[in-house]
């Protein structure tokens, strides 16, 4: 890493401990890239994750204010920092299966109440700290350990969920695009509102291997080719939508903020 | 920071209040400025007070979507500087305990008022129990000491609201206030005194946050947004709370520290109240509402010319034992009512080895009338 971005880092925590290959290294860069760039101060940054590999995106690595809490939780934790302490900047980076199976009904209130967070979700479709379990965002047909047969639930489709609930800002993004991850997480910091990127990624060791992308390589190739913009996505017929990734802003209000917890 | 005498929010003088808003005013006056909640019967009450007097002291409430959020975004308030509480009954207080543990294991100062009603389960919402006493003390999963305290009174509903404060902030750990539904919802006067003693955190920047060297074993509690880089982690931690989930060692030194803490000081911390014990030959182990009936039938007994008496307890966890075991080498016999099939009972023939411990128990959603201890002294005693 250049060194320019050392202040925003615990240097002697690196090597990380994420897997070869797995894409959160890549989320952890676009946020540590963000920040810098945002030239953002980091006293005032609190940075909220939940249990599982997520966690380890920024809990010991970023050199900021780091609550690493139960399973699941994470948007109520923070909600209780933002109110208690409305001038501290929330970054909750989790996985899929705290934010959105285990937390989910935190995520539809927190996206409700419009609260002023960054919310990454990290999403690697797959519970990847446990052996590869079934995910709520595993993709119809996927194998896991616990679907060997494939998954026959439908995922869900987080941006449709949080903008639906109330988030002002919503977007997809994947670590097979970095500079466009990084981009919409400068944006999402800047939002006072709450902003929600579902941030797609890459778990080759627990989703790859069982489901014929075997390489890291493979699965971010795999990424790309499945993913097309919201602008193109408009333009296609609906029988072509099913297994595509569509990327890009799905909600940008930038005009619906959160104007702080009133002092009740 | 540490003890010091405050000026009391409320005048000083007599107030005629509910023992639920009598624990919402006692959190004010401690302090506490935030407070996250889910309504829950028998103790919806004192959220209710808390939304009609926090805007009168700049304090911040928020309603949310579950117990389990509600604990949650506490430990997070107390995390950016609040004194901070939930308060709940039995299903709610089920919901918390993962988070009461997180709050254990983080050293998170929070009150936790559990206003119990009977159960299992749903049980019957609008009437007493006295349930969940073992679970206050082993709830949540793993190793650990926690605080809980027994109000009889509106007055204690009070006094021990601000007293469960002073102690969640001395020791970092949550202090559970352990009513009943029928003190929460008694009606009687209490008394507002012109200043209080409350504890604000220690803070001491750069010095580790989850370890000590010092004999007292708390360490000093910074905020989030002070610069202190701070990493608050349920997972095994040092003293600067990196992780550290592969070395056992870390682990042992912190449990036994979490234990010690609040094992090493209890004689900060226990507090009973002796009734008509001098002479007693026999006595009354009781607390929370079916006090009020023991120290009735004690005195009645009296009358009769009876030697008996009553040891309340007004903290429960840690076990006040050295007043139990005391008790024990005075009197031969002891009577335990409770509003359980028999919790606290459990713990007073652990540390009163060789006294005869009887058991009054009762579950019907009633509190336990003062003839009926009196029935059963007579009938252990004769």
Redesign the interface.
């Known amino acids: 890493m250049n060194k320019k971005f050392f202040p925003y880092i615990r240097p002697e925590r690196y090597p990380h401990r994420l897997c070869p290959g797995c894409g959160h290294g890549i989320i952890q860069g676009a946020v540590i890239r963000a920040l810098s760039e945002l030239e953002l101060p980091l006293k005032d940054i609190v940075l909220v994750a939940g249990i599982g590999c997520a966690g380890n995106i920024t809990n010991m690595y970023i050199k900021a204010d780091t609550f690493h809490v139960t399973h699941g939780r994470p948007l109520a934790f923070a909600t209780g920092i933002k109110i208690g302490n409305p001038k501290l900047n929330i970054l909750v980076i989790s996985g899929d299966g705290d934010l959105a199976s285990i937390g989910g009904n935190h995520l539809i209130h927190a996206a409700r109440r419009n609260i002023d967070f960054t919310v990454i979700c990290a999403n690697n479709f797959v519970y990847g700290t446990t052996g590869g379990q079934l995910a709520s965002t595993t993709p119809l047909g996927a194998i896991t350990s616990t679907t060997p047969q494939g998954n026959e639930e439908a995922p869900f489709d987080l941006c449709a969920l949080v903008q639906a609930a109330g988030g002002s800002y919503v977007a997809r993004c994947s670590v097979a695009q970095p500079q466009h991850l990084i981009r919409t997480i400068k944006k999402a910091l800047a939002h006072k509102g709450f902003a929600f990127i579902d941030a797609l990624s890459t778990c080759p060791v627990q989703f790859g291997r069982r489901n014929d992308l075997r390489t890291p390589a493979e699965m971010l190739m795999d990424l790309r080719k499945k993913s097309v913009s919201v602008e193109k996505a408009s333009t296609l017929p609906k029988e072509e939508l099913p297994g595509k990734f569509i990327i890009g802003e799905f909600c940008a209000d930038l005009e619906r903020t959160w104007s702080g917890y009133r002092e009740s | 920071m540490g003890y010091r005498m405050l000026k009391s929010t409320l005048a000083p003088g007599l107030y005629f209040m509910q023992g639920d808003e009598a624990v919402a005013e006692g959190a004010i006056a401690a302090g506490c400025r ?1 407070f ?1 909640g889910y309504p829950i019967t028998p103790a919806s009450e004192l959220m209710l007070h808390i ?1 009609k007097r ?2 009168q002291v ?5 309603q ?3 117990e ?2 509600s604990i ?11 004194k ?1 509480m939930t308060a709940t009954s039995g299903p709610g207080f089920s919901l918390m305990m ?2 009461i543990g ?1 709050a254990v294991a983080t050293e998170t100062p929070c009150v936790i008022a559990n206003i119990q009603r009977v159960g299992p389960a749903t049980g019957q919402a609008t009437r007493v129990g006295a349930g969940d006493i073992m679970q206050a003390k082993w709830g949540s999963h793993g190793d650990y000491q926690i605080i809980a305290l027994s109000p009889w009174s509106v007055q204690e509903m009070y006094d021990l609201t601000i007293r469960a404060f002073d102690l969640a902030e001395r020791f970092r750990v949550p202090v559970v206030l352990l009513a009943d539904a029928t003190v929460g919802h008694l009606w009687e006067t209490m008394e507002v005194k012109e200043e209080l003693l409350v504890f604000d955190r220690e803070k001491a920047p750069g010095q580790p946050p989850f370890d000590t060297p010092e004999e007292d074993g708390v360490p000093p509690m910074p ?13 095994t931690h040092d003293g600067f ?3 550290k989930v592969g070395d056992g060692a870390v682990n042992e030194r912190l449990v036994i520290r979490l234990s010690k803490k609040i094992l090493n000081h209890v004689d900060e911390i226990w507090e009973v109240e002796r009734h008509l014990l001098e002479d007693a030959q026999a006595a009354i182990i009781a607390y929370g509402i079916v006090a009020r009936s023991a120290v009735r039938a004690a005195t009645e007994l009296r009358s009769e010319g009876k030697k008996v008496g009553l040891l309340r307890l007004k903290t429960l966890w840690p076990f006040p034992e050295k007043a139990v075991k005391g008790l024990s080498e005075q009197c031969g016999k002891f009577l335990v009512p409770e509003m359980n099939l028999g919790q606290v009972a459990r713990e007073v023939e652990r540390v009163a080895c060789g006294v005869k411990v009887e058991r009054l128990n009762q579950v019907d959603g009633e509190p336990i009338f003062p003839q009926k201890i009196m029935d059963a002294m007579k009938r252990l005693i004769s």
């Open positions: 935030f996250a939304v926090f805007p700049k304090g911040k409430f928020i949310m979507e579950d389990l959020a949650a975004a506490v430990i997070g308030a107390s995390w950016a500087g609040m901070a993962e988070n997180y905020s989030l947004g002070e610069g202190e880089n701070l990493i608050v982690s349920g997972s709370g990196f992780k």
